[in-house]
């Protein structure tokens, strides 16, 4: 069944400029597809016409009959004072419309008993339980948890909330309520990773149809079973996610380029052939005028092949100071409190040159304190964070600010970075900022291209210790691209702060987690982390079981032969199971820039990891026994 149809969609803004220029596709029931293409090329443009938000000019949208249609953009108007908790409960109004019924049915049956009444009270109350009444407040405590909803936001008044916290609800709120079809755009911009997590786990098992919008590439390579890239107003298709569409997208420009210069060869033959048919055709053989006339025809059908484009990849790069020491950053008994809650106590910590860490954990942890520490900006209550001899640091920070805002890119350049003003030229245009771009002021800029700018600037000084907050927060795909090219080129030492994982994956050799005011220092990647915390929870269910199950005023049982058998087989497949998974992230540090190999390894260590996890499960359980 298709619960979704587009058929030839045109949509403009201005005269004679198509943003959809005969867009079609068909979405199955239940599928999961991500919606992709650069900024501007009308991805949400896509989805207000599918909610009816605007019209379309020309085509046909069709939705599935009976079918339920959420955008989490689309935040309604609620009544004056409403709390976020009446926004939560509002998913559910239905279910108190039936609750309400109910009561008034069962006050007028105290003294009416008759079928009618009955029969309607009977048939709401299975309403009520089949649309699971009896489950609401748990399902809005679940949902709300999940995407850090805390009880104080809950009380809050919902229109003092920020933009973001308001999206988060509004996500919150189309879950609850059940929706068919959900249309995604940018669903983590305002999503911790546990918050990211749990969303993704949510939609992994979510019954209805998916269509995402996001520059969070893990995310579409999570959820997305094929891709639709918008590109010059129509549909290209991918059967795959991100990972298969970064692939296969190149393999197509390449074809298209090899047919496009086939095709010059092609015209250059045809040509010289045709200017030599007129010239014998003027000795006296009129026929071969009419081979030419055909000849060039095929030549003007060859012309109209646009010769394919791929877009411009960053050509500047971070140069590095020498460095000639060991240690690169030292923290010593770092603690660190705003009133009664502690961000980290008695920090020890050693960075080393060429190390590159990501510092990561849920909003309000402290990474942006402790990258600010480290910059000199906050001081910690208790020890000290030093540089080591000979570092020059550089810093992007979350919130870019400039010296003079009404200065434009150019002057920026020129008066900050002490650049030529060709140099300076140069450098803007490998971060997009071309022509009279580079004349705008820098005040009038998005967050996006404030980071862009702030990184140009960065990119021309010596350094050997690069510190981001949050580098990819405000950047679209393209832009994460560049800002990737440029830190793989950089050698030296890197410390940043994101929720990003597929920039964690790809640069991350070790990860400070921040997590209910402890770091823990994991020498790996995210996902080699993540494995570990799971095995450690594993193991801590494991010791309470066994602590709580202990009962020392009785002597233990023996083991019966068979039982130990059988513990001894386990420990022996759960080694052969570990061994397996430690290859495998050998492999992935092998193939580190290989993103198809890489996940095509992560989805064999995720099924190896299951059969772990159920294998500690029986362990568990065999222990107990």
């Known amino acids: 069944m298709t619960d979704i149809s587009v058929k030839g969609l045109v949509k403009s803004f201005e005269l004679g400029k198509n943003i959809l220029d005969g867009l079609s596709f068909d979405i199955a029931e239940g599928e999961r597809v991500g919606i992709l293409g650069h900024n501007g090329c009308g991805k949400t443009t896509l989805f207000r016409i599918l909610t009816g938000e605007i019209d379309y000019d020309e085509g046909a949208v ?48 105290e003294t009416d008993q008759s079928d ?227 961000l980290f106590d008695g920090l020890e910590l050693t960075v080393a040159g060429g190390e590159r860490i990501a510092l990561i954990g849920d909003n309000g942890t402290g990474k942006s304190t402790l990258v600010k520490m480290i910059m000199q900006q906050e001081q910690p209550d208790e020890g000290y964070i030093k540089f080591g001899p000979s570092v020059r640091p550089a810093y992007l920070p979350q919130i870019i600010h400039f010296s003079n805002e009404e200065r434009s890119l150019l002057d920026t350049m020129l008066y900050d970075c002490r650049c030529r003003p060709q140099e300076a030229r140069d450098r803007l245009a490998a971060f997009g900022f071309r022509g009279e771009d580079v004349l705008t002021p820098v005040g009038a800029l998005s967050g996006g291209e404030k980071s862009r700018l702030k990184l140009c600037m960065l990119m021309g000084s010596d350094i050997n210790l690069l510190i981001l907050d949050e580098p990819t927060n405000h950047l679209d795909i393209a832009s994460r691209e560049w800002m990737e090219d440029a830190v793989s080129d950089y050698s030296e030492a890197l410390l940043f702060v994101s929720h990003d994982r597929y920039f964690i994956e790809k640069f991350a050799t070790r990860i400070w987690y921040l997590n209910d005011g402890s770091l823990l220092d994991y020498r790996g990647t995210y996902e080699q982390m993540r494995e570990y915390l799971k095995r450690q929870e594993v193991f801590t269910r494991t010791a309470k079981a066994e602590a709580k199950s202990a009962k020392p005023e009785k002597p233990a049982k023996k083991s019966s032969p068979n039982k130990e058998k059988r513990l001894a087989k386990l420990e022996r497949e759960i080694a052969a199971l570990e061994k397996q998974v430690g290859e495998i992230e050998a492999l992935e540090q092998e193939n580190a820039s290989d993103y198809q190999k890489l996940m095509e390894l992560g989805a064999q260590k995720e099924e190896l990891n299951e059969k772990l996890l159920e294998k500690y499960g029986e362990w568990e359980e065999l222990s107990d026994g």
């Not at 004056?80 to 039936?98: C, F, P, S």
């Not at 104080?152 to 308001?166: A, I, K, T, V, Y």
């Not at 060039?296 to 790069?317: V, Y």
């Open 62 to 109: 069709a939705i599935a009959s009976g079918k339920r249609l959420g955008l989490i953009s689309q935040i309604p108007v609620y009544p004056d004072g409403w709390t976020t908790e009446d926004v939560l409960k509002d998913a559910h109004r239905e279910l108190y419309a039936i609750s309400a019924r109910l009561d008034e049915l069962a006050k007028r049956m």
């Open 116 to 342: 009618k009444l009955l029969s309607e009270y009977d048939r709401l109350s299975a309403d009520f339980a089949r649309l699971g009444g009896y489950d609401m407040d748990t399902d809005r405590n679940r949902v709300a948890n999940g995407l850090d909803i805390p009880q104080s936001m809950r009380e809050q008044p919902f229109d003092q909330l920020s933009g973001g916290e308001r999206t988060r609800v509004n996500l919150a709120r189309l879950i609850l309520e059940k929706t068919d079809i959900l249309l995604l755009d940018e669903p983590t911009n305002h999503l911790d990773l546990r918050a990211t997590e749990w969303l993704e786990d949510y939609l992994q098992h979510f019954k209805g149809t998916v269509l995402l919008i996001s520059h969070d590439r893990y995310f579409i390579d999570k959820i997305a079973r094929r891709c639709i890239e918008i590109s010059e107003g129509k549909a290209e298709f991918y059967s795959g996610g991100y990972s298969f569409y970064v692939v296969e997208r190149q393999k197509r420009f390449e074809e298209k380029l090899r047919k496009y210069e086939k095709d010059q060869a092609k015209i250059e033959q045809l040509t010289r052939a045709a200017e030599q048919m007129h010239l014998w055709a003027f000795m006296g053989n009129d026929k071969l005028h009419k081979r030419a006339f055909s000849m060039e025809k095929r030549i003007a059908k060859l012309e109209q092949t646009a010769k394919p484009t791929e877009a411009k990849k960053l050509s500047a790069k971070f140069t590095s100071a020498d460095f000639h020491a060991d240690e690169v950053l030292v923290f010593h008994d770092v603690s660190k409190a705003f009133g009664a809650k502690k």
